[in-house]
């Protein structure tokens, strides 16, 4: 039992000078070492010396102590369910987390709101509406990391920190798209029940494993191509610099979720099985994405210039970003070293032209 | 006074070093962060195939030099594409001091053409597009150089 009583001695002895000093006498720190400091800062990395620059596969504790700290044998236990490093863990974790701290940007100061410049009424809607889907799916990557936060064990905390930063990220990607729907005299568009599926299937995900694969690999993969796509297709220089900045910390988000699944499988390839499942799932889903009005057609009419033009090429550029987008997917699962090219859940019209699908 | 202007042949080492210089200028506010990130450029004539290695270290960047091959263990990415797609790239940015439209490093490799980013993996790829604002700074720094010219 931990003893949180009031030590009155202590107090009476303290103000006769007496102090306890046993925590300056009997530090177990590395006292003495010092870090080499980076070029850039002091990072995460310069930090991990020593027994410091350990993490437990499976730590003893469930405690907030700082990992390296001289820990009370009493601490409490914090209920942490997720205790296994190659849960939660990747190599790129600690570069990653300095790298979106550095990049941070406002979506009040850094985007030139006021050089909106007034556009065709077909390619304003189209912007809405893309706006819109984007402003409702990006929170959900800020609601599954914070869902899972209180639950992972504090000795994996710079993977803790970047989900911080993630968090951050997604609250900004949701207010600067709200901003665009709301900015040029348009608004917000339709909000689909087929897209509301996805992002429920991510939040009520049994396991971080399971969450992690839909949203850091699969959901936020194609978020990446579609941000890559809006900044090719984007009306004006405004937008451009939206999809630009969203895309760079998109890209950390994803880089984190396929380097996490390949520490994982590569530590246990034997759960390969249920991450096949989980996306098995979530492509299912991803096939009525792709065949879903509110999605497919403002990115067409936006390629094409107007709806009328959409008529003619709109498809065209449609299947070029698909085949893009499911590509690029399929490449990062193999990275991981879970090749998927054989079971994706796609149907074969929508796989004209990938590699190794057929 | 007499003002001489400077013309640099694209591709060549001068060009890179001398846009590699003017962009440290603009990355001194740190505004954009750090980056860091060695990239290739691959530049494709009929006449020949030069490549280039730019490094962002932090908040600097450093031209590495002109290279026979890319080595992928390095050179963490590189851009290829046809001489005549970086020139309208550059006319482009010189003429709006800033890429616009079409003409902006990330339109330009969306679909791989004209213009095509090729990492050793799709990691390696997505890295470069962590970076996207910051290799757009760098190459709309071309707009402070003089004049552009074929090499």
């Known amino acids: 039992m931990t003893n949180t009583a009031i030590n009155l001695e202590y107090i009476e002895r303290a103000k006769r000078g007496e102090f306890d000093l046993g925590w300056l006498r009997d530090s177990k720190s590395e006292w003495g070492t010092k870090p080499t400091i980076s070029k850039i800062g002091l990072t995460l990395r310069d930090i991990s010396y020593g027994t410091y620059g350990d993490v437990p596969d499976n730590p003893k504790r469930r405690t907030m102590a700082p990992r390296g700290s001289d820990i009370d044998p009493d601490v409490p236990d914090m209920g942490y369910t997720v205790n296994t490093k190659m849960e939660v863990w990747s190599d790129n974790v600690l570069d990653l987390y300095e790298e979106a701290v550095s990049r941070q940007w406002s979506a009040t100061r850094d985007i030139p709101w006021s050089q909106l410049p007034e556009l065709p009424s077909d390619i304003e809607h189209s912007i809405c509406q893309l706006a819109t889907l984007l402003s409702e799916v990006e929170m959900v990557a800020a609601d599954f990391p914070a869902k899972w936060l209180w639950r992972i064990n504090h000795d994996f905390v710079e993977a803790k920190m970047f989900l911080c930063t993630q968090v951050m990220d997604e609250a900004r990607h949701t207010e600067v798209f709200r901003k665009r729907a709301l900015a040029n005299g348009g608004g917000l568009g339709k909000a689909k029940a087929v897209v509301e599926q996805f992002l429920k299937l991510i939040l009520d995900a049994q396991s971080y494993d399971e969450g992690s694969a839909l949203m850091h690999l699969l959901g936020e993969g194609i978020v990446l191509s579609i941000f890559r796509a809006g900044e090719f297709l984007s009306p004006s220089d405004v937008e451009k610099r939206i999809f630009r900045l969203c895309m760079q910390d998109e890209a950390r988000h994803v880089a984190y979720g396929t380097m996490h699944l390949k520490y994982r499988l590569d530590r246990d390839p034997s759960i390969a099985e249920d991450f096949h499942a989980f996306l098995d799932r979530g492509e299912e889903l991803m096939t009525v994405l792709f065949t879903t009005p509110e999605v497919v057609e403002p990115m067409a009419i936006l390629a094409a210039g107007g709806v009328k033009q959409a008529e003619e090429i709109g498809v065209f550029a449609a299947d070029i970003l698909r085949q893009r987008i499911v590509e690029e997917y399929l490449a990062r699962c193999d990275k991981a070293g879970l090749p998927r090219r054989k079971r994706i859940n796609l149907p074969s019209e929508m796989l004209t032209g990938i590699e190794g699908t057929n | ?151």
């Open chain 2, 1 to 151: 006074m007499t003002t001489i202007e400077i013309e640099y042949k694209f591709p060549s080492s001068e060009f890179f070093g001398e846009l590699t210089r003017v962009a440290n200028q603009s990355m001194a506010d740190k505004t954009l962060g750090f980056a860091i990130l060695k990239l290739g450029i691959e530049v494709i004539s009929p006449k020949s195939v030069k490549r280039y290695v730019i490094e962002f270290d932090g908040y600097e960047i450093n031209f590495l030099g002109e290279v026979a091959e890319f080595d992928l263990a390095s050179v963490e990415a590189y851009v290829t594409g046809q001489q005549s797609s970086y020139m309208d790239m550059f006319k482009d940015i010189q003429e709006n001091s800033m890429a616009t439209g079409p003409q902006t490093f990330n339109a330009l490799t969306m679909a791989g053409f004209p213009l095509n980013v090729q990492g050793a993996d799709q990691v390696a790829t997505d890295k470069v597009f962590r970076f996207a604002e910051s290799i757009q700074n760098y190459l709309d720094s071309a707009h402070l150089l003089g004049t552009i010219g074929e090499m």
